[in-house]
């Protein structure tokens, strides 16, 4: 074994799989843009207070599982980001870019870092795309950040998703939850696990999010946060249901779903593939309205908006065989020297070639002609220009089409115009 290895929970991307990264991402720019969600970009580490702030300090993300560190010994902690919402919230507020137009759609892909254990489809670097709407959270805006997302799924082809959806209610609502709940889980304090027991006094919302099965059955006798709803939040919520319904989405209304960060209001939903095991939530967002003031925000800033782990997307999309079709792109041109001496010759035609937006490629390490005729067809390389020292000196190169073996022999500036009069366009996309 190699002395270096990745580093526990990170992963290398190799070429053919990078294809199949920059097609689900073509297809993100592009769903993303017929909702006229604009791209963000932001730095992937912050000051480790913004997600303290944003997250909460309860959850899981921030109690156990962020890479935090001093960048000098009297500075401020930094911390690599675990998500992006906050993130882009900071943004926004620093650039004051609200005051300027009131609504903002923006959408990310980008690097996440979690301390978390390792397993299939859980990472410590993984990476997210997703969208935020800033501004306004009317559940016309929450419905649309839903839609989005299902029609990027829809897209890429993913089948056999699963959206549940639940409503958190406002401060108000989630205060007599909460009090309801404290309520409920005090005569069992004694069959409580530790965590549990934390979160019965620090946030008990949380222990609806438990994974201990002993917990969870507890759990299913707990009130339920829609019966504490108040009459405005059932019809917001009413209204965004409303709304998928209309599109053919289809969503199942679960009581339970809390989602795992704290800045979360009204409607909350996370999406599941049958595909994944363990880690099955493949996307999840809601809206969160609390969180401008949060981060120091003198006015509040209506917001909704979901991101879904990359990796579980390509996952998923591997199992469900929906990369087939996908071939890697090989060159347009390999341009085959038939002595190695003619090398510096053929770098130039390949360099002219390249210059013109031909995909071109020639051989580096003085291999045989065969050696190089088997290499051309190997990247599936559409026709093979040769380089002999009549060519050389008469400028006219031996051109073959390697699909229907023709060949003839043609000045450069004539092989540029076949490449383009010809299938070249179909050849090079
Ligand atoms: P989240 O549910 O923490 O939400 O993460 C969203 C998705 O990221 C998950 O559904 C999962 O697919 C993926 N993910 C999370 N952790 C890992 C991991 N360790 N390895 C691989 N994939 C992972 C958020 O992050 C919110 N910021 C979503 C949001 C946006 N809410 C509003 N706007």
Request: with cysteine; aromatic share 10%; net charge negative.
């Amino acid at each position: 074994m190699p002395q270096y290895q990745a580093v526990k929970g990170a992963r290398d991307i190799f070429p053919e799989e990078s294809a199949q990264w920059k097609y689900v991402e073509g297809v993100i720019h592009t769903v993303a843009s017929l909702y006229g969600f604009s791209e963000i970009r932001t730095p992937v580490f912050e000051y480790t207070e913004l997600f303290q702030r944003g997250i909460g300090s309860t959850t899981d993300i921030v109690g156990k599982e962020m890479f935090s560190f001093l960048p000098d010994p009297n500075g401020r902690s930094i911390t690599l980001r675990p998500e992006m919402t906050a993130g882009v919230m900071r943004a926004a507020l620093q650039k004051n870019i609200l005051s300027a137009a009131p609504v903002h759609k923006l959408y990310y892909i980008g690097e996440l870092f979690r301390k978390e254990r390792p397993q299939a489809g859980r990472q410590r670097q993984f990476s997210q795309f997703g969208a935020e709407l800033l501004g306004v959270s009317t559940p016309a805006a929450v419905a649309e950040v839903i839609t989005l997302m299902m029609q990027v799924f829809e897209s890429l082809g993913l089948r056999n998703l699963r959206l549940r959806i639940n409503s958190l209610g406002d401060s108000d609502d989630r205060f007599r939850y909460r009090e309801a709940l404290k309520t409920y889980f005090v005569p069992f304090h004694d069959r409580l696990d530790d965590s549990s027991k934390e979160r019965l006094e620090k946030n008990p919302l949380r222990i609806l999010d438990s994974k201990n099965p002993a917990i969870q059955e507890i759990v299913a006798g707990a009130p339920r946060l829609y019966d504490y709803l108040s009459v405005a939040s059932v019809e917001d919520f009413e209204k965004v249901l409303y709304y998928l319904d209309e599109r053919g989405i289809t969503f199942e209304i679960d009581h339970r779903l809390v989602r795992g960060l704290d800045y979360y209001c009204h409607t909350a939903f996370e999406v599941t593939s049958s595909e994944l095991g363990a880690q099955d939530a493949i996307g999840g967002g809601g809206r969160y309205d609390g969180l401008a003031r949060e981060l120091g925000s003198s006015s509040e800033v209506p917001a909704s908006g979901f991101a879904a782990g990359m990796e579980r997307v390509l996952l998923t999309m591997e199992k469900q065989g929906l990369f087939a079709a996908l071939t890697p792109q090989g060159p347009v041109v390999y341009v085959v020297l038939q002595q190695a001496e003619l090398a510096d010759h053929g770098m130039q035609v390949a360099w002219r070639l390249r210059k013109a937006g031909i995909r071109t490629e020639i051989d580096l390490a003085a291999r045989s002609m065969k050696a190089q005729m088997r290499e051309a067809n190997r990247m599936r390389a559409s026709w093979a220009l040769f380089i002999g020292s009549a060519e050389v000196t008469t400028g006219l190169y031996a051109f073959k089409n390697l699909v229907t073996s023709e060949q003839t022999t043609l000045s450069l500036e004539a092989v540029l115009e076949t490449l383009h009069e010809t299938a070249s366009g179909e050849l090079q996309k």
